[in-house]
């Protein structure tokens, strides 16, 4: 259980003094996904990644670093992180990205 | 044996001598009039060896809470003071300092806001701070001034209260002026023989067991957070009480968070914050020796608001005109606001507003003979006709 979850089950009179999280190296849980209005979804006609020398253009834009590369040239989204900034669509030079309304 | 000794100072040196006998470990403060003389004179104690403690000069209040701020979060002891304009440029992090539940003692030599720019004394810059989350006490003379500072830091360490504390005299009437101080008489000033022990912080930023502290806090819990806040801003009324007890019992000086003065068969009452109610006593035996059953309640802790304890001071009182130096525009004096919400749901007086005293405006004796004549006006009439009234503007 991520300390979120643990805090969500509290109410105010159990959660720390002071807004505090009372342990180190929290934010990794913190799943910024959720923010996210718009998710990203592979061009049905064009799988991502189709080019055989992947040109990684948008693993290298991705501001949250949500690209994964689960094979030299097999790309995934992290959805954990995805804000659905859609940057990674816009710059595909091969539009093989679309975004679609959560 | 310590002795104590009489000193004749202005208010400013007895809250530096105070501040100085508390030991801070950190004092970061930027100069302002009229609280100037504070932290001249613990910059002075500093620089002669008389106080250890690290003084910052900072180049703006922001950075003087700021400073206070980290300072307080690893567990030292912490000191500034400040006025009027430092008091509204620092007003971002005194919030910030109340809400991470991090004990600062403040002093504020109560001076109005601009504008106009002004230099004398009301509560204005105080009363901006009023929702801050800071413990907020008003003294009447510079003894009380001098009490204040050092209850002040057993009061914001105490950890049921571990909130900061905001400790205001009166720009220039109490500030300026030189009164007989009875210093206290310290055999062990390492804990002010016991009254004051070292600061054991409720929480602090420390390497060998990292908390995360000053976070964002979303819809899901920033209501939470703030509400254990408030839980322990309105249970501090306690610990202040109890502080209160012990230094009276150490030292002979009681201060209670609400004082009725002659208030047993009054019919009429003022409600008085800060050094004006050193006035409306004098005003209360005069108008006592003429026959007039006049009676009056000081209030010396305004956050937490003392609800109960000014609702018994009240007694029997048949009309009360609630004191505010300073004015919350398009609607009443702050004091009064709170006043009337303690007052919702009860029979009880008829309560009015009087604006005093703004930028320095004297406070006379004359100034209460004319409330308890209005207050007596009203209570004939069994009603109030004007709920707000300015007393002593030319022209009303």
Known sequence: MTIQDEYRKKGWKDLPPGGIVDRPATARDYKTGTWRAFRPIRNKDKKICQNPEACLVCWILCPDAAIIRVEPNELEFDMDYCKGCGVCALECPLKAIEMEQE | ?396
């Open chain 2, 1 to 396: 044996m310590a002795k104590a000794k009489v000193l004749g100072m202005m208010g400013d040196f007895a809250v530096a001598e105070a501040a100085k006998l508390c030991n801070p470990d950190v004092i970061a403060a930027y100069p302002i009039t009229p609280q100037t003389i504070i932290v001249e004179r613990l910059a002075e104690f500093v620089a002669d060896g008389e106080l250890d403690c690290d003084y910052i000069c900072v180049e703006s209040e922001h950075s003087a809470m700021s400073a206070c701020y980290g300072a307080s979060a690893v567990g030292a002891r912490v000191y500034t003071a400040t006025a009027s304009q430092g008091l509204a440029l620092m007003i971002e992090i005194v919030y910030i300092t109340a809400s991470a539940r991090f004990p600062v003692v403040m002093t504020i030599a109560n001076r109005a806001l601009s504008g106009p720019i002004n230099i004398h004394c009301d509560h204005s810059d105080a009363m901006l701070a009023r929702d801050s989350g800071w413990i907020q006490v008003f003294a009447e003379d510079c003894q009380e001034a001098y009490d204040s500072t050092i209850q002040a830091f057993r009061i914001a360490e105490d950890k049921r209260v571990s909130l900061p504390v905001m400790n205001c005299l009166d720009g220039f009437v109490l500030s300026h002026s030189i009164e007989p101080v009875t210093t206290l008489p310290i055999e062990d000033e390492e804990t002010l023989d016991g009254f004051l022990p070292v600061r054991d912080p409720l929480y602090k930023l420390d390497v060998d067991a990292p908390i995360a502290q000053g976070l964002l806090a979303l819809p899901e819990f920033y209501m939470e957070i703030k509400r254990g806040q408030q839980e322990a801003h309105l249970k501090s009324i306690d610990v202040i009480k109890e502080v209160i007890q012990d230094f009276g019992d150490r030292w002979g000086r009681y201060w209670p968070v609400v004082e009725p003065y002659q208030m047993d068969d009054a019919e009429v009452a003022v409600v008085t914050i800060g050094s004006s109610t050193g006035t409306g006593r004098a005003a209360v035996d005069e108008l006592r020796a003429e026959g007039k059953k006049v009676g009056l309640v000081k209030l010396r802790c305004f956050r937490p608001f003392p609800v109960k304890d000014i609702q018994a001071g009240l007694k029997n009182a048949g009309a009360v005109g609630v004191c505010d130096r300073s004015v919350s525009f398009g609607s009443t004096g702050p004091v009064y606001a709170d006043m009337a919400g303690a007052m919702v749901g009860r029979s009880g007086p008829i309560v009015k507003n009087f604006i005093i005293g703004l930028g320095g405006k004297d406070i006379t004796i004359d100034t209460f003979r004319t409330m308890y004549d209005n207050l007596y006006a009203d209570l004939a009439k069994g009603e109030v006709e004007e709920p707000v009234e300015w007393i002593g503007v030319r022209g009303e």
